[in-house]
């Protein structure tokens, strides 16, 4: 089935998994996808992806990451820009809880963090945030 929003799918996928406490959990492959991924192994929110390759569509594969109590490394995640209502944002970009949390960018530097994007002063898509 077609799905609209990508990212938010995406999102959606790891936050469902994580509350049913799944191990894993399995999303189409895209290279944003995989570049979210990767940020997300890169600031401790998932353990790790590996990309599978099957005769139909390759795939993510996505182990999530819990504490020593069973909670997902995950508190919260959402959408910040939608296909209905883009959210951008310049050089500027503020924190998300003070700096505890993280707002996750789609700009000309690549998919970064907020951090990041101060640091290298750019802006651009504010794709969700997490914390």
Known sequence: ?????????YITRIRNAGRAKNKT???PYSKLRENLSQLLVEKGYIKNFTVITTE?????????????HGDPAIKEI?????PGRRV???????KYLGGLGLYILSS???????????????GGE???RIY
Do not use: C, H, N, W
């Open 56 to 68: 139909k569509f390759p795939f993510l594969r996505i182990d999530l990451k819990y504490t020593a």
């Open 88 to 94: 951008y944002d310049g050089k500027d970009i503020k």
């Open 1 to 9: 089935m077609p799905v609209t929003d990508s990212i938010a799918d």
């Open 108 to 122: 000309s530097k690549g998919v970064i963090t907020d951090k990041e994007a101060r640091a290298q002063g750019v």
């Open 25 to 27: 959990t399995d999303i």
């Open 78 to 82: 959402s959408r910040v820009s939608k």
């Open 126 to 128: 504010i794709l969700f």
